[in-house]
Structure formats: structure tokens, C-alpha cells
């Protein structure tokens, strides 16, 4: 037997069997080490799996190419193993606990044959903090393993953590053959256990981000009476150096790490806002003694969208990604820098492509379509403490108060700018009604409208009805729950240009937000909600065409009743489980409409 650096028996125990399933050639503990995570680097740089990048220019930085149908999370071949299907409910594809374990055992086995598996001791939130989970992921990726070294905490601290509290949640993963048909991402919230097997891709094997900090988590939170959500959490510090936090779960690749370290326009940086980043895609929060909600951000790192960051969208991205960042899937110049659509400077007159072809812009396909230099759903993985906004409350083991709960989708009509909910429950409705438009982050139809209630459709880990049953209870535990306000900057016109400039622009609307959160401002009554009169929203050094914010700012009786039959449809799906206060909302709501005269 190994000499292993821990006496868990649970943990020896499991990392013998899941060795003996997958027979590795050798195990190696990660230790969290700078030394050790060098020679990963060198012997990634070896094998293929890592280019390293011009040091000079990108220090520490590489580059990391995936198979071409490895590119994003593949939501059909995800489960949630529960031994009653309901408990999973019809928001989830479900297995049978029985079935899916044998199916992936066969992949599993052997598939490790002639290659390491690394043991990858982790903690999701500061090490020793009440609020934290630890995890410990086995996978024979050692692209997984340096990623994991970026986006959580891991090794001998978090082992000496474990010598005290012996639970874990096992987390199993090997590329195998990165075999689509032969890829499975099982989730069994019942065992504290999650199996990945046949992808190398981030939200498929980074086992800490979404299987463990949202689904398993958010299992888990329901019964311990927290929330793990898949939220940003930013402060912002106000002109008398007071500093508020909201939280907002926007879908992917609809804007929250953009929003979360957003730097302040012109017109209201004299005023002397600052932003505090916390985090980018994921919130634990729970009630305080205090009697409202705090927050951490379980991550260290952050797993952000290439295309189209550059220093006018995102300039703390492009100050962060210089260094000790890796790059997946964008394309390679030929100084060994990188580049990707929408990326800073000139378009480069040739490349490497995310595929590993020789590139030149404009090239077109056998089925004329233009190729892309970057995928779009290219990534780069990067730490929180790189970023110059980075908030000083990160390590802080109690979090931040949230103030406001932000709610938002990518649309292109009906949704206005921002409105608030008239309560809690009211709120939870609108989180709940969530649409959006599909993005590069899925599989699937681009542009297509889905429901995605508080963006946790895919982060869910059971019946979603149990979910919104989960939130409104939370409401009832708050002495002082944050407000809850609903944002779209993607509304267009009728060519498809987008109304509002957004990016930086949208603290233009955090400022409103805030303002009624400390009842500093009035606001018009709607159907909907809450709106801001235009006059309320500070429009220094912001020039928008005519009649554009009353646009903006504008509830289409018409189209909110069309969006009603689509949420009927989607509240039809949960049948009977549905909490009737969400019915209530609705029928409310379309009561309000019908009454409207606009
Ligand atoms: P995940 O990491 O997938 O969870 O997504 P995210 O919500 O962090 O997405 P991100 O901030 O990376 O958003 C990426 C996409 O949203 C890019 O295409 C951006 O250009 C676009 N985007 C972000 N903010 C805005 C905005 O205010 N207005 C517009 N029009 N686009 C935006
Ligand atoms: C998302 O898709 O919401 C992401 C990227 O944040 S991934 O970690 O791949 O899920
Ligand atoms: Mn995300």
C-alpha cells in the first residue's frame, strides 16, 4: 500500500478503491506546493497538454487546447443521480443511482492505465471556516490539476483540515478517451459524491466550481438553510467611503464577471465610486445573528470568457490575465502571446487556431462560414488576487452583507432596464421567471429564449419547485432580507443594436439600486414592479440617442402578457409541487396587466 500524507481513513480508504477501479500507474498528492506546481507545468509543457506562452509579455501564462467537442458544459449528458426521480425533478436529467454508477464504472475502469492520478485536496471557501466544504478530487488531467490550483484552495493546509473533520465530498474524474459517447457528469447529491468521466473541459471537470459549489451544494444548502447560487458578489464603495454589496445571478456568458469588477465611467467616477470584486460566479450566503444575508465567494480564481474582453469592456480582466493566468481555446500569434475576437489591438495578420490550424482573418470554411481565431466559449482561468479590484474581504470567513439581489437575463425585448420587486416573494418570483437567450456556454441554439430561473436551470441539484419552496422559506428567516431588483442590458432595437451601452456604464443603475435600498429615491409604480423615473438615473457624460431610456424604461403591456403564457408553460412543468405563492404572484401580476392602461 501507498504511504499516504494523511490519516483519514475515509480518504484512504476511498482514493485505494477509486484506484483500484481505475488502475493508475502512480498516485501523486497535491501539496499545494510552488515547487510542485512548477514541474506539473514543465512535464504539461512536455506532453502537449500546455504551450507555454512568451514569458516576457505573459509570465507564467500557457495556453491549452481542448477536443473540438469539448468546448463547453454538455448539459444532455449531465445527471443527477437521487434514488427517487422527483427529487431530482424535471429540471434535471436523472438516473438511477444503481445504473449510473455501473455505467460509469465502465469507463472508469482502467482508464488510468499509464498515467497518473493526482489526489487533489480542496476547500471551497477560506480553509477552517464554518461556512466552508472540502472536497478532494482524484483526475489523471494534470490541465485539471492546475486549473484547481488557481480556483480553489488546495492542498496540505486543507489535508491538515481534514485531520479534524473527516468529511468530504468525493470527487472522481479521468478524461479517459474524451470520447463524447463515452462522457458522463454524474452528480450523487445522496453520497456527497460527484463522477466525471470522457471530457477535459472547465465546468465539466473543475469538480469544485459547478458540480460541487452548485449542485451538491445547493442539496446540501436547502437543508442546512443557506443558499449556493450562482451569483457574482461585488462592493461598491459610495462617494462617503461607505462600501454596500449586492450579489446578481445573471446566466453564462450574460455579464457577471464583467459587472463585478466593472470600473466606474467617467461622469461618476467624480463622484467617487470604487468597486470591490468578491467574486464572479458563485455565492454561499446565509443568515447572520445579525438578522441579514452574508455572503463568500467559495472560489479563488475565476474562469472567465475570452471573447470580447479587452481594456474598454474590462480592464481589471485585462490587468488580472497577465500573469499565472491559463488560456483555453484562443488563438496563438506568432510571438507567443494570445488573442481572441474582440481582444485589444490590432486583428493579427495570421495565428494558430483554438483548433491548432493556421489561421489569417477572414478564412472561411467548407461551409463558408467565417473561422473563428478563439472559440467562443474560449476561457481563460486566472486569480482573484490579480485583479486590482480585488475586495480586502475576500479571506474574511464570515463574507460580506448583501444589500441587494440582483436578477437579470439576456433580452432582447420586454424585460426593461432595471425594476425592483415590490417584496421578498414578489422578488423570488422574478427570479424564478428568469429568461434568457442561449449563449456559447451551452450546447445548443444560439439566441433561443430559455427559462432559467435565479441562472441555476443547469446548477440546480434537485426539483426546482423545492428550490423556489427553498427561497421563499429563506425570506421568512431574514429580520432584514436584501431588496430584489431585475436588470437587462440586452435590450435592442429593431436591427439588433443594443439600446443600452452597458459594461461600464451599468453602475448607472447600481447607483439607483442602491439609492433604494437606503430610501433615498422615489420610483414610478408598475405591474412589473418598481421603475425608475428617468430623471433618477445619473446620465453625466452619457449621451444616448432620443427617447432611448424611456425605451429602456418602458412596461409593453402586450409583450409582458405573451411572456406570461410562456412562464404559465414553465410553471405548468413543476404540475402540483409548485408553491402556491408563486401562482399567487402570477395570477397577481396578470390581474395588474389587464388593469394597465399604458
Ligand atoms: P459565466 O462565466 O459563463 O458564468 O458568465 P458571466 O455571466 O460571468 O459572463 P461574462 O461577464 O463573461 O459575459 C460575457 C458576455 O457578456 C460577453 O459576450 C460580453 O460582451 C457580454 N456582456 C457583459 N456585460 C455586458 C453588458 O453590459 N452589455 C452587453 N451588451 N454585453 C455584455
Ligand atoms: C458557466 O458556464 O456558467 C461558467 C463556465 O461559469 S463553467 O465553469 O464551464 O460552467
Ligand atoms: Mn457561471
Known sequence: ????????????????KMAKLCSPERIVWI??????????????????ELIRLNQEKLPGCFLHRTAHD??????????????????AGPNNNWMRPFTAYKKAREIFRGSMKGRTMYVIPFSMGPVGSPFSKIGVELTDSRYVVLNMLIMTRCGQAVLRQMERDDDFTRCLHSK??????????????????????????????????????????SFVARKEKWLAEHMLIMGIEEPNGHVEYIAAAFPSACGKTNLAMLVPPEGLKKKGYR??????????????SDGSLWAINPETGFFGVAPGTNSKTNPNMVETIKKDTIYTNVLLKPDNTVWWEGADGEVPAQGIDWKGNPWKPHARDAEDMVIKGAHANARFTAPIMNCPSASFRLEQHHGVPISAIVFGGRRQHVAPLVYESFNWQHGVFAGATMGSELTAAQVGKLGQVRRDPMAMLPFCGYNMADYFRHWLAMGR?????????????????????????????????????????????????TPIGYLPY??????????????????????????????????????GGFRK???KELWDEYNALLGRLKKYVQ
Open 534 to 571: 428617468p430623471f433618477d438615473i445619473d446620465m453625466t457624460g452619457l449621451n444616448l440617442s432620443a427617447g432611448a431610456l424611456e425605451k429602456l424604461l418602458k412596461v409593453d403591456k402586450e409583450e409582458w402578457l405573451a411572456e406570461l403564457k410562456g412562464i404559465n408553460k414553465f410553471f
Open 176 to 217: 479517459a478517451q474524451l470520447d463524447i459517447n463515452k462522457r458522463l457528469i454524474l452528480h450523487f447529491p445522496e453520497d456527497n459524491t460527484i463522477w466525471s468521466v470522457g471530457s477535459g473541459y472547465g465546468g465539466n471537470v473543475l469538480l469544485g466550481k459547478k458540480c460541487l459549489s452548485l449542485r451538491i451544494a
Open 577 to 579: 409541487d409548485l408553491p
Open 275 to 288: 468597486i470591490w470584486t468578491v467574486g464572479d460566479d458563485i455565492s454561499w450566503m446565509r443568515v447572520d
Open 477 to 525: 428567516l431574514m429580520a432584514k432580507p436584501p431588496k430584489i431588483f431585475h436588470v437587462n442590458w440586452f435590450m435592442a432595437d429593431d436591427q439588433g443594436k443594443f439600446l443600452w451601452p452597458g459594461f461600464c456604464e451599468n453602475l448607472r443603475i447600481l447607483e439607483w439600486i442602491l439609492d433604494r435600498c437606503n430610501n433615498k429615491v422615489n420610483a414610478m409604480q
Open 31 to 48: 501539496d499545494g506546493s510552488g515547487g510542485q506546481k512548477l514541474s506539473l507545468e514543465r512535464e504539461s509543457v512536455d506532453s502537449g
Open 70 to 87: 469539448d468546448v463547453s458544459r454538455t448539459e444532455h449528458l449531465t445527471f443527477i443521480c437521487t434514488k427517487k426521480k422527483g427529487d
Open 1 to 16: 500500500m501507498e504511504k499516504f500524507p494523511t490519516t483519514n481513513k475515509k480518504l484512504i480508504e476511498w482514493v485505494n
